[in-house]
């Protein structure tokens, strides 16, 4: 037992650890200046949270909305609009933030947004979130647009768009028009490590009392040992 809580006690240490890496990123990388996507290959765990800007066009026909996604206490989507490159054979995801899911999920919030208005877009390049479990396709069979969809399915995306999609998601930047909700703080930096640290702490406190116990157990029965033996 005593072995648990003090791995316990270091596991948190190292939640926390890792916590403090996310954050010092996030800020850097946040506060870097803005890289022009073209051709090059992303390496998105290099290029996550990196600021870049794009060149092309949203589809504004062919819209996901990504599913189960909480804001505040608040159920809802995630908007996430594929922007068409200029050299017309690519696209990259864009999420334009959460909107509120509505009190009838048979009606859809209006994410309207005009297609072919060539610009230059702003975002912060991440992972596509990845579901614990997969269950059926992605959107369940839909054929309508906007689409819920349960995850990310790159392969039946890349059919329903007629393009290539490219393997990251782009954080539409707050500044940029056409948004929703964008607060894009990594989830994890949410619970500071000041937190795990707080857990580390009680989880060293219980082991500290479990050798005390067993240690007075211990000088307790060798005294009633050695006064059996008189």
């Given at each position: 037992m005593l072995a648990v809580l003090v791995s316990l006690?270091?596991?948190?240490?190292?939640?926390?650890?890792?916590?403090?890496?996310?954050?010092?990123?996030?800020?850097?990388?946040?506060?870097?200046?803005?890289?022009?996507?073209?051709?090059?290959?992303?390496?998105?765990?290099?290029?996550?949270?990196?600021?870049?800007?794009?060149?092309?066009?949203?589809?504004?026909?062919?819209?996901?909305?990504?599913?189960?996604?909480?804001?505040?206490?608040?159920?809802?989507?995630?908007?996430?609009?594929?922007?068409?490159?200029?050299?017309?054979?690519?696209?990259?995801?864009?999420?334009?933030?959460?909107?509120?899911?509505?009190?009838?999920?048979?009606?859809?919030?209006?994410?309207?947004?005009?297609?072919?208005?060539?610009r230059l877009l702003d975002a912060?390049?991440?992972?596509?979130?990845?579901?614990?479990?997969?269950?059926?396709?992605a959107?369940?069979?839909?054929?309508g647009w906007p689409r819920v969809i349960e995850y990310f399915d790159l392969a039946a995306m890349e059919q329903q768009l007629g393009a290539d999609v490219l393997p990251f998601l782009l954080l539409l930047d707050p500044d940029e028009a056409d948004g929703f909700v964008r607060e894009w703080a990594p989830a994890a930096t949410r619970i500071g490590p000041g937190r795990h640290e707080a857990y580390a702490a009680q989880w060293f406190a219980l082991a500290f009392a479990l050798l005390t116990l067993y240690l007075i157990a211990r000088a307790r029965s060798r005294n009633e040992d050695r006064h059996g033996s008189d």
């Open positions: 006690g270091f596991w948190q240490l190292d939640r926390a650890d890792q916590k403090r890496r996310l954050s010092e990123d996030y800020a850097e990388r946040a506060r870097s200046a803005v890289v022009t996507l073209g051709d090059q290959t992303v390496d998105v765990e290099a290029w996550r949270f990196r600021r870049v800007r794009v060149a092309g066009a949203f589809d504004g026909a062919h819209q996901y909305l990504l599913d189960n996604q909480v804001h505040k206490g608040v159920a809802g989507y995630h908007v996430v609009t594929p922007f068409r490159l200029e050299d017309g054979s690519r696209v990259v995801l864009v999420d334009r933030g959460w909107v509120p899911q509505g009190t009838d999920r048979s009606q859809l919030p209006s994410i309207g947004l005009a297609s072919s208005t060539h912060m390049v991440t992972y596509f979130p990845q579901p614990g479990l997969r269950i059926g396709s959107d369940g069979g839909a054929t």
